[in-house]
């Protein structure tokens, strides 16, 4: 009986500490309010306690025992290095092994950790200047995007450049229908799967006389990497001012935890031969996507 006693008070110590724990990490996992940006949420480790980086890389990216300094890790590396070492994690056979976090964080979630990185790379100052200047442009144009493109509106014309770094012209494609993708990034989970739908079915995207341009914000290099890995047969534009995107509707600002940050809503547009937009899909999920947009166009 002394012995069930025991385990008894031992079990019920346990479970209580174990609640004070709870109870103290809910108290103090609201993030700091000087937080600017979201990518420093999921740094510190905010989205999801086990994804922290703060853990072994210090809060403010100085290193420790665990793990180097990282807050020039993207001039160092590059952002598709530390994009590969996020996801897949680096040197796992060794003792101080980084793990990957592909389970732990979504494609937005990366996007957001490697924009982050990528500004604290920069001296304070600029980083908040550039975080500024981000919010700023976007409440210049909020009017305008309030105006959004409409079904039956004239598409605007553009030129931007290609994988290879050669100019195209929407109006280049009249006489024929165009699909125009908007999506958020080279790499990421959601985007590979829907150029790679599209590209599964590009062959009756011809016969229906349409061609298919993709758009974000990568560099031209960052899409001939991505156009060749997976065998894209269809041209990746690099908007990397966001002009086109803006003139579109598609730059917007987003929310995660109450914090505000500029990014791509992943869209699409049917632009007929006359290079009028006939249909119109915002905030695409992505499976079965282009089934949607086969269908637009008279396809089975």
């Known amino acids: 009986?002394?012995?069930?006693?025991?385990?008894?008070?031992s079990?019920?110590?346990?479970?209580?500490?174990?609640?004070?724990?709870?109870?103290?990490?809910?108290?103090?996992?609201?993030?700091?309010?000087?937080?600017?940006?979201?990518?420093?949420?999921i740094y510190l480790g905010y989205k999801d306690t086990y994804a922290s980086c703060a853990r072994c890389h210090g809060k403010e990216g100085q290193g420790g025992s665990k793990a180097p300094a990282i807050r020039n890790c993207i001039k160092k590396l590059g952002p598709e290095k530390v994009r590969d070492y996020i996801l897949n994690g680096k040197g796992l056979d060794k003792k101080d092994a980084m793990p990957g976090f592909a389970d732990d964080l979504t494609p937005e979630d990366v996007d957001q950790l490697i924009d982050f990185l990528t500004l604290w790379a920069q001296p304070d100052s600029l980083a908040d200047t550039t975080q500024q200047k981000n919010v700023a442009g976007f409440k210049q144009k909020k009017q305008e995007n309030q105006n959004m493109l409409k079904e039956g509106d004239q598409a605007p014309d553009f030129?931007?450049?290609?994988?290879?770094g050669n100019p195209v012209r929407l109006s280049d494609f009249r006489g024929k229908k165009v699909v125009l993708y908007f999506y958020p990034k080279d790499n990421t989970s959601g985007c590979t799967k829907e150029a790679i739908n599209f590209r599964d079915q590009y062959a009756?995207?011809?016969?229906?006389n349409a061609v298919i341009l993709?758009?974000?914000k990568d560099s031209p290099k960052s899409h001939q990497n991505f156009k060749s890995k997976y065998d894209l047969p269809f041209p990746l534009l690099a908007d990397e001012s966001t002009q086109v995107m803006q003139k579109y509707g598609v730059w917007q600002e987003k929310s995660m935890y109450g914090r505000k940050y500029m990014g791509t809503v992943r869209t699409t547009f049917l632009i007929d031969e006359h290079g009028v937009i006939q249909k119109i899909w915002p905030k695409v999920k992505?499976?079965?996507?282009?089934k949607q947009v086969l269908s637009a166009l008279g396809g089975s």
Request: proline share 7%.
């Open 204 to 208: 009756q995207f011809q016969k229906l």
């Open 159 to 164: 030129e931007l450049p290609d994988e290879n």
């Open 11 to 41: 079990n019920f110590y346990k479970a209580l500490m174990a609640m004070v724990c709870l109870l103290a990490f809910a108290c103090s996992s609201k993030p700091p309010e000087n937080i600017k940006h979201p990518g420093q949420l």
């Open 214 to 216: 993709g758009v974000s």
């Open 286 to 290: 992505v499976t079965g996507h282009e």
């Open 1 to 9: 009986m002394a012995i069930f006693k025991l385990k008894f008070i």
